[in-house]
């Protein structure tokens, strides 16, 4: 699922914090800072969404991911090679490699990933 700029942006703050009540996650906010009323909306939708969950201290609320960094750009990457790619992830590691603009050390370093991928589910 991929979630909309305002409450993506609000997720990469979580995860970068991993734990933050609603102050620390306004501080991460460049200027112009959204209202307070708004950043408490969108952390009420990514809760609903099971994205976000919170620990109670009196009456403030310590917020945490429930969906990983990985999870989310796992699945979100899933989709495009679905929609875009007929569900190969071979066409997209072609298209990336052939579009990406990454340099002969670059493409030599992914190289070494995918080899190294290769190794281990040959065990």
Avoid at 82 to 91: G, T, Y
Wanted: contains cysteine; charged residues 30%.
């Amino acid at each position: 699922m991929k979630l909309p700029n305002a409450e993506e942006l609000l997720m990469k703050i979580i995860w970068k914090c991993e734990t933050a009540f609603l102050k620390d996650i306004m501080v991460h906010y460049q200027e112009p800072k959204p209202a307070t009323t708004t950043v408490i909306t969108l952390l009420k939708r990514l809760q609903d969404r099971d994205f976000v969950g919170y620990r109670l201290f009196g009456n403030s609320r310590q917020y945490y991911p429930i969906v990983s960094k990985d999870e989310y750009f796992s699945g979100h990457l899933n989709g495009i090679v679905k929609n875009f790619f007929e569900n190969s992830p071979l066409q997209f590691a072609s298209f990336f490699t052939a579009t990406g603009n990454l340099s002969a050390t670059e493409l030599e370093d992914l190289k070494k990933i995918v080899e190294k991928e290769i190794k281990k589910r040959k065990k």
